[in-house]
């Protein structure tokens, strides 16, 4: 059982609330307002730094998240900055942490 990734938690936290993603790679627009979680994940294997940028329903943009996959260590990826102060953003990042918590204790009482 491993950690859940920082930038998928995002990406399903968002799509969960109906917001769209949007993936840019050295200034190319990648994934365009994208609700497809599997979608994503064919984007993301491929690309090694990249923006996540988070829409709500009428394409507003509620906040950034800049990913480094790193495939040679653990945990294999970094969330290395988001914008803040942003709402949505610190709301997710509340979130992530309770995921996180809960992984920690569910994984050490198994």
């Known amino acids: 059982m491993s950690k859940p990734k920082a930038h998928h938690h995002l990406v399903l936290w ?3 609330r109906s917001y769209s993603i949007t993936v840019m790679s050295e200034g190319e627009v990648l994934l365009s307002k994208c609700r497809h979680y599997e979608t ?3 984007t993301d294997e491929s690309l090694e730094e990249y923006a ?3 829409h709500n329903q009428s394409g507003e943009v509620l906040g950034t998240a800049f990913v480094v996959n ?3 260590f653990q945990p294999e990826e970094y969330v290395t900055d988001y914008t803040w102060p942003s709402p949505m953003m610190e709301r997710w990042r509340n979130d992530y942490k309770r995921a996180l918590y809960s992984f920690r204790y569910n994984y050490q009482h198994i």
Do not use: E
């Open 40 to 42: 994503f994940l064919d």
């Open 70 to 72: 790193d495939f040679s």
């Open 52 to 54: 996540i940028i988070v």
């Open 14 to 16: 968002a799509i969960a």
